[in-house]
């Protein structure tokens, strides 16, 4: 199997584990917060059926992924009933569980890797080779050692997941930081925020990228150099 398609393979994969943890962490912060309505529908679970939306896991990946690792895609909204929530702010709160519990999974796998760079022979020298690796940069692989794979599927789904969590961050009506951004508006700004909410996509599709990057940046970042120094 080519490198390149193998890379993909590994991105499309790890996106769709990490959709299921947002919604999933969503789903259980709502139901632990006095909502059961994405329980009770079945979404409470790490089965990709029941969070599968076909344009965010599918048609708008596959647009993208054959020219960058930056891919970015979504599950089907986690319903919510904010009548429910036995806390004013409930609501914020199980919204804010998605990026949340991606961040804490790429701390996870960021630990992992230390252990296995300090344990498991030849890990430490190609550890640099799994970071460019997962920029899709050209790496020789004739004499990489056996836990190589598990090095780079570890270091893609740091990179999937900080990804992923900064993009529903972005304040805007159809993510989770419009969700969030909508509880500290005063009402007439809530109202309007929500208006011209297709205006806003609008312009987010050209400028959005750009937002996510000056984030995404810096954060990747500071993973990759915590990884090479402890």
């Given at each position: ?165 900064i993009f529903n961050l972005v304040p805007i009506p159809f993510l989770d930081g419009g969700k969030i951004l909508v509880h500290f ?46």
């Amino acid at each position: 199997m080519p490198l390149n398609v193998a890379l993909i393979i590994f991105e499309l994969v790890l996106m769709v584990l990490a959709i299921c943890i947002h919604d999933c962490a969503q789903a259980w912060a709502a139901n632990k917060l006095g909502d059961p309505t994405a329980r009770m529908l079945g979404r409470m679970t790490m089965n990709p059926a029941a969070h599968f939306d076909l344009f965010g896991m599918v048609i708008w990946p596959l647009l993208y992924i054959w020219r960058s690792p930056m891919v970015l895609g979504w599950g089907k909204p986690v319903p919510m009933t904010w009548r429910n929530f036995s806390k004013k702010n409930g609501e914020m709160l199980a919204t804010l569980a998605g990026p949340a519990a991606q961040l804490g999974t790429a701390i996870v796998c960021l630990i992992v890797l230390v252990i296995l760079k300090h344990t498991v022979a030849g890990a430490a020298d190609s550890l640099v080779d799994a970071l460019v690796l997962t920029m899709r940069a050209p790496v020789d692989t004739t004499a990489l050692p056996g836990v190589f794979p598990v090095l780079l599927l570890l270091d893609i789904a740091i990179f999937v997941n900080l990804l992923l969590a900064i993009f529903n961050l972005v304040p805007i009506p159809f993510l989770d930081g419009g969700k969030i951004l909508v509880h500290f508006l005063p009402y007439d700004a809530a109202k309007a925020f929500e208006q011209y909410g297709l205006y806003i996509m609008i312009a987010f599709f050209f400028f959005g990228f750009t937002i996510i990057m000056a984030v995404f940046s810096p954060v990747f970042t500071i993973f990759q150099r915590l990884l090479l120094s402890l």
